[in-house]
């Protein structure tokens, strides 16, 4: 069984850190990209920040740039999101998740961890 347990949120006051971890387990980094996402209460769920598995490219969305690193450690077969100067907007249920190139798409998600950023 596949799951991707994310870990490493909490609460935290505007322009602190936390970095979020995602340690799959029945399921290898090998060959997979993989994403971090989140969801505020009352919104969409909404991409964060990408990367590749090949030469370790990355994405992110414009209102996390220079303040978010994703990072992956495929010998511990582990993502990263290191969040730095948090703003009370970034409150949210953070998700890692797992990208099929076969499905071109997320397949796998984590259960999410709560990251509260108070003013």
């Known amino acids: 069984q596949v799951q991707l347990p994310e870990s490493g949120g909490g609460l935290v006051q505007a322009g602190g850190s936390l970095r979020l971890s995602c340690a799959p387990s029945?399921?290898?980094?090998?060959?997979?990209?993989m994403g971090w996402f989140r969801q505020a209460p009352g919104k969409e769920r909404e991409f964060v920040a990408a990367i590749s598995w090949s030469d370790n490219t990355t994405d992110y969305t414009d209102s996390v740039k220079g303040r978010f690193t994703i990072s992956r450690d495929n010998a511990m077969n582990t993502v990263y999101l290191q969040m730095n100067s948090l703003k009370p907007e970034d409150t949210a249920v953070y998700y890692c998740a797992s990208y099929s190139k076969g499905l071109e798409n997320y397949d796998y998600w984590g259960q999410g961890t709560q990251v509260t950023v108070s003013s």
């Open positions: 029945g399921h290898t980094l090998f060959n997979y990209a």
